[in-house]
């Protein structure tokens, strides 16, 4: 009887041991959801924290000597003016407006910052760059690849007439053709920052076209029939001969 008993109670604990180890344990609380952080330039007036901060890093940057530093005191000028005017656009309620100017504003900001990027190297200057540390893709050609994109971006302001765009086309020109004469001369990393700077320039005449506007009337006011589906404007390709055939070509200088 004893025997029995002490069986019963052996089975028992051994029953009891089993289904703590299958059972699951306490579980913690997850961990609260937390939102994906916007982009800084996504948000509202995020262009103008950006560009006030790259406006700050500009005025505290190193001059550069001669011709060169009044053009770019002259571009940084116009950006603050262009930032002044999308704080007080905001101020006013008008966040369209606002947004376009300050983009405006970052984009002729970054000009400033790569063309003085582009001043620090010394054409003289004999010491090697590093050895190519591989990825995806090499720093020749990123340069390369962002002179012909402002190759491209340039070429598609030539035939517009308002007084911005001639003077940032211009602008825009003799950097990238100061760029190409780099490129061709080999000093790429001096090319890639002047093609950057030109390319920036391309976008300031297109937001400053966007924030004179008139305010859009609410959807409902609208009475602009849809273009018939197949029929939609597209912009038309660029003709072949347009185009640089090959991808490690340098393309010509812009006329």
């Known amino acids: 009887m004893l025997i029995s008993k002490v069986f019963v109670l052996g089975a028992s604990s ?48 190193a001059r550069t000597p001669g011709r060169s530093e009044d053009r770019l ?9 262009y930032y002044r005017e999308a704080v007080e656009a905001s101020e006013g309620g008008d966040e369209r407006k606002s947004h376009e100017l300050g983009l405006a504003a970052h984009d002729l900001a970054r000009a400033v910052d790569h ?15 590093p050895p190519d540390a591989g990825g995806p893709e090499g720093e020749d050609e990123r340069n390369l690849r962002d002179l012909k994109h402002a190759h491209d971006r340039i070429s598609e302001l030539r035939d517009r007439n308002d007084p911005d765009t001639k003077f940032y086309f211009t602008t825009s020109k003799d ?51 849809e273009p018939p589906k197949g029929k939609r404007d597209h912009p038309e390709a660029k003709a ?8 490690d070509a340098i393309p010509p200088p812009i006329n």
């Not at 703590?20 to 937390?34: C, V």
């Not at 916007?38 to 406006?55: A, F, I, N, V």
């Not at 005191?73 to 003016?81: A, H, L, P």
């Open 115 to 129: 063309a003085r990027n582009a001043a620090s190297f010394d054409p003289d200057n004999d010491l090697p760059p």
């Open 73 to 81: 005191k002259e571009w940084t000028e116009r950006s603050v003016k």
């Open 14 to 61: 051994l029953m009891s041991l089993a289904l703590a180890a299958i059972s699951p344990g306490p579980r913690d609380d997850p961990p609260p959801h937390h939102k994906a952080k916007q982009k800084e330039g996504h948000k509202p007036g995020g262009e103008l924290k950006k560009t006030y901060d790259l406006l700050r890093h500009l005025q505290a940057g």
């Open 175 to 225: 950097l990238y053709n100061a760029a190409q004469r780099d490129a061709v001369a080999g000093r790429r990393d001096r090319a890639g920052e002047l093609a950057r700077a030109a390319e920036a320039l391309t976008h300031v005449p297109e937001h400053l076209a966007k924030a004179s506007e008139e305010k859009p009337e609410p959807k409902e006011k609208r009475d602009r029939p």
């Open 240 to 247: 072949k001969h347009d185009r640089p055939e090959a991808r």
